[in-house]
């Protein structure tokens, strides 16, 4: 079994920074890429950011130029670094991991984390 745990949500002002990780956990034997989704209230979930298992990166025109998405293979992990932080980015944030294969041969098409919420405002 996958699981994904996401940390480093929380409040802070405009103009603010956070740095959010999702760490993948099991007998992973190969992925294609990991991503960040958001979820603002009311809205429905956007895919924000992705990097590929080599390291290529893709960002939503929301986000480009102030979030950056890296990922450490050996760890598992991935990074959002949310920078120049605006109300309009308070959301749940959702880490995910796609096409995912364990030890055994387990493949899965997509998997989710639990979610961590940003909240800016002043």
């Known amino acids: 079994q996958v699981t994904l745990v996401e940390s480093g949500g929380g409040s802070v002002q405009p103009g603010g920074s956070l740095r959010l990780s999702c760490t993948a956990s099991?007998?992973?034997?190969?992925?294609?890429?990991m991503g960040w989704y958001r979820q603002a209230p009311g809205k429905s979930r956007v895919n924000i950011a992705g990097?590929?298992?080599?390291?290529?990166?893709i960002y939503d025109d929301s986000v480009r130029g102030r979030f950056t998405i890296s990922m450490d293979n050996d760890k598992m992990t991935v990074y959002l670094q949310l920078n120049a932080l605006q109300p309009e980015d308070t959301a749940v944030y959702y880490c995910?991991?796609?096409?995912?294969?364990?030890?055994?041969?387990?493949?899965?098409?997509?998997?989710w984390g639990q979610g961590t919420l940003v909240t800016v405002s002043s």
């Open positions: 990097i590929t298992s080599g390291g290529s990166t």
């Open positions: 995910t991991a796609v096409s995912v294969v364990t030890m055994d041969g387990t493949t899965y098409n997509q998997l």
């Open positions: 099991g007998s992973i034997y190969n992925f294609a890429g």
